[in-house]
């Protein structure tokens, strides 16, 4: 549950940025739904996640028509250095059908089949996958 506060925090920090990017104006009526979505990283395999979706993943959700809104990792709330082994990341689509379709041709793109394969020559990265679908309230700054 802590995990889904600091979450919801950063769609906050979200929402802000793009508040302050449309001047102070709200941003235009919109029906996108957004998912949520948390990796558990295998032990040791942190980076390894997260250099995939560096130079591989993010591109490939946008050629599939995701719309990347951040990507987190859960830092210690004393020292502010990242902790445990969870990537948090949120995506956008225009509908749930939007999302089953781009989802499905991301899965069978040769490229993201070969960097999976290639990252995971030493094991698989990811051991869980959590993901929950967001719809924006009438008075959030990201519609």
């Known amino acids: 549950m802590k995990a889904f506060g600091i979450v919801l925090a950063l769609v906050g920090v979200v929402a802000a940025s793009v508040m302050a990017q449309s ?19 295998a032990p040791g395999k942190l980076e390894d996640l997260q250099a995939r979706f560096r130079d591989h ?9 995701m719309t990347n ?38 899965r069978t793109d040769p ?9 995971e020559k030493n094991g698989k990265l990811v051991e869980k996958v959590d993901s929950v679908f967001l719809k924006a309230t009438d008075y959030s700054a990201i519609k």
């Open 69 to 106: 809104i951040g990507y987190w990792v859960p830092v210690d709330e004393k020292t502010g250095q990242p902790s445990g082994n969870t990537l948090v990341y949120i995506l956008a689509y225009p509908s749930i059908e939007a999302r089953t379709k781009s989802w499905d041709g991301f």
């Open 23 to 41: 001047g102070g104006n709200s941003v235009a009526k919109d029906s996108r739904v957004f998912e949520m979505r948390t990796y558990y990283a």
């Open 57 to 65: 993943t993010v591109k490939l959700f946008e050629k599939h028509g």
């Open 111 to 119: 490229a993201w089949n070969a960097a999976r394969n290639e990252s």
